[in-house]
């Protein structure tokens, strides 16, 4: 069973990561035909997080991010930040280019 979000999160971390792989993914489509291309360099993100104890059998926790201005329950003691380093890469390994293949 999918644990629920706490209140004053937005996403848990794997959602944040899998909504910024969508973009880029958008970014490279609608750069196709494009006279100038940019290639993809490390990608940094940062955010606040709220630790929850996963109440399942696997016994681990979860990663929520944090609403930028939250109240309530999320508080200044119970947030942590994690900074996550990505260098994007193609299925075979190559750089990402937001343009066309050719």
Same mark, same amino acid.
């Given at each position: 069973m !999918?644990?629920?979000?706490?209140? %004053?999160t937005? @996403?848990?971390? @794997?959602?944040?990561? !899998? @909504? &910024?792989?969508?973009?880029? $993914?958008?970014?490279?489509?609608a750069?196709?035909?494009? @006279? $100038?291309?940019?290639?993809? %360099? +490390? $990608?940094?993100m940062e955010?606040?997080? #709220? *630790?929850?104890? /996963?109440?399942?059998?696997? %016994?681990?926790?979860?990663?929520? *991010?944090?609403?930028? %201005?939250? !109240?309530?329950?999320?508080?200044? +003691?119970? +947030?942590?930040?994690?900074? &996550?380093?990505l260098?994007?890469?193609?299925?075979?390994?190559?750089?990402? &280019?937001?343009? /066309?293949? #050719?």
């Open positions: !999918k644990q629920p979000r706490p209140e %004053g937005v @996403a848990s971390l @794997a959602e944040a990561v !899998k @909504a &910024l792989r969508s973009e880029l $993914i958008v970014a490279m489509e750069g196709q035909d494009e @006279a $100038i291309q940019f290639r993809v %360099g +490390t $990608i940094n955010f606040s997080v #709220e *630790v929850t104890a /996963d109440a399942e059998a696997s %016994g681990g926790v979860k990663f929520w *991010v944090v609403e930028l %201005g939250a !109240k309530g329950s999320v508080g200044r +003691t119970a +947030t942590h930040t994690v900074t &996550l380093e260098k994007p890469q193609t299925r075979t390994g190559g750089d990402a &280019l937001i343009s /066309d293949e #050719e």
